[in-house]
C-alpha cells in the first residue's frame, strides 16, 4: 500500500532554513505529481506546493513563493521541500500528499513538524 | 485565489442521523471539488472526490454532489467513527483551496 514518510521537521529560527523530505513507497512513485500541504496546529489546512510527476512544473502558494522550493528525485521515490528565510508563521505540522487521477491527493503522509521561533 | 467557505462550521448530531456539510467557492470550479476527513492527531483522508466519487475503501454512507459553486457532502447514517472535523478543497486551479473546516461533534 502506499506509503509516505516525512523528516527532517524540527525548531529552527526565523530567517534560517530547513528541508523537509518524504520518502515514497508501493507505488511507482515517478508517475504522480506530489504536493506539499500544512495545517498550522489546531488550525485548518493549507496548500503549499505541486510538482509534476516527471519534475517538468511547479506550483506555490503566495505565501511561499520565492522561499520555498519543491523539488523531487524519481530515482530515490523522494520529495523535498526546501524552506528558506523562514517566519514564524511558518510553524505547522508539513504532510507530504500523493497526487492522482481527476486533480485527486489521495494519500497522506503522517506529517512532521515545523517550529519557526526564536 | 478561489475562497471556499463551508457551513456550518461546527455540527452537533446524534449516532444515527443524516447530516450535510455545505461547500460553496467564490467561482465555479466545475466539478474539481473534494472532501476530506481529519480526526485529532491524524492526517486527512480523502472521502470524495471530483464531487461525488467515492474514493476507494471509502463507506457508502459518505456521498457528495454539487457542480459550478455549491457543493454538499452527506452522512447517511452517522457511525461512532464519523465524528471528525471535514473539510472542501478545490482542485480547479493553483493554489489549490480548503474551507475553514466543519467539526462535527457527538450530540
Known sequence: Q???????GGAVQPGRSLRLSCAASGFTFSSYGMHWVRQVPGKGLAWVAVIWHDGSNEYYADSVKGRFTISRDNSKNTLYLQMNSLRAEDTAVYYCVKGGEVNKMDSWG?????TVSS | DIQMTQSPSSVSASV?????ITCRASQGISSW???YQQKPGKAPKLLIYAAS???????SRFSGSGSGTDFTLTISSLQPEDFATYYCQQANSFPYTFGQGTQLEIK
Not at chain 1, 2 to 8: D, R
Not at chain 2, 16 to 20: A, K, N, P, Y
Request: glycine share 14%.
Open chain 1, 110 to 114: 503522517q506529517g512532521t513538524l515545523v
Open chain 2, 33 to 35: 471539488l473534494a472532501w
Open chain 1, 2 to 8: 502506499v506509503q509516505l514518510v516525512e523528516s527532517g
Open chain 2, 16 to 20: 444515527g442521523d443524516r447530516v450535510t
Open chain 2, 53 to 59: 466519487s467515492l474514493q476507494s475503501g471509502v463507506p
